[in-house]
């Protein structure tokens, strides 16, 4: 019985991850995004500051909370410059990479427990090759709003500047999953802000000073959202 149940589970996977099931979802999924989009009534703070840097050459890293992540595909405009989206390599992760690829976005799926080193090399070629990157620094499995170190080991290897992200709506409701997915509903307004990041990464880190930047990497993520909630007339953050 194990067995048969294990044969099972494997075809029912790999049902899933056929292109003719993933392909519907994702094509669904993406008009849902777009329709989403076109029905709120948006407004852009920093936007313009961070296309002009990237349009004058210089790839950025974008960070943002998970549960953030819906709206995400609308926060870069593919003429700004080629755009990596950074997602796990797990089911759900080759789903969101799947969904941004329907905007125009490059993807880079990556083992969960794959080292930053390990990924070093190929962070830097595109780099160099003039891609921004960006990713959930709180992904791919939470604690929702705890981040990790990646975009600053990344941005110390590569010198790109890190540039927080965020959005926020009047009506939206909220998934029952560990990131508390904000979802849009149509009509109302909506909010994208963009913020360079202030702090000083140096070249050669110990461990103190690496965990103080994640801190205040952390820190000023949530205060980016929490005013963009403010401005949507939320007294507490959505998610």
């Avoid at 427990?113 to 992904?139: C, E, H, P, W």
């Amino acid at each position: 019985m194990a067995s048969i149940s294990k044969r099972v589970r494997k075809r029912l996977e790999a049902i899933a991850d056929s292109k003719q099931v993933t392909g519907a979802a994702t094509r669904m999924i993406a008009r849902h995004i777009r329709r989403l989009y076109d029905r709120t009534e948006w407004t852009f703070h920093g936007r313009d500051e961070m296309q002009a840097e990237v349009t004058q050459g210089q790839p950025v890293i974008v960070v943002l909370w998970h549960g953030r992540l819906t709206m995400a595909p609308k926060g870069w405009d593919p003429s700004w410059g080629p755009f990596c989206v950074v997602t796990s390599a797990a089911r759900p992760g080759r789903m969101v990479g799947r969904i941004m690829q329907k905007f125009g976005l490059e993807t880079l799926p990556m083992r969960d427990r794959k080292s930053n080193t390990g990924a070093s090399l190929q962070v830097a070629r595109m780099y160099r090759q003039g891609v921004s990157m960006g990713f959930a620094i709180d992904g791919p499995v939470g604690p929702a709003h705890t981040a990790n170190t990646v975009a600053i080991d990344w941005a110390r290897l590569t010198g790109a500047p890190i540039w927080l992200y965020t959005n926020s709506v009047e009506r939206y409701r909220t998934l029952n999953a560990w990131d508390r997915l904000a979802v849009p509903k149509p009509g109302g307004r909506g909010c994208m802000l963009y913020r360079r990041w202030d702090a000083k990464i140096p070249k050669r880190m110990d461990n103190g000073t690496r965990e103080a930047l994640r801190r205040k990497l952390e820190t000023d993520l949530d205060a980016l959202s929490s005013e963009a909630d403010m401005m949507m007339g939320h007294d507490t953050p959505i998610n």
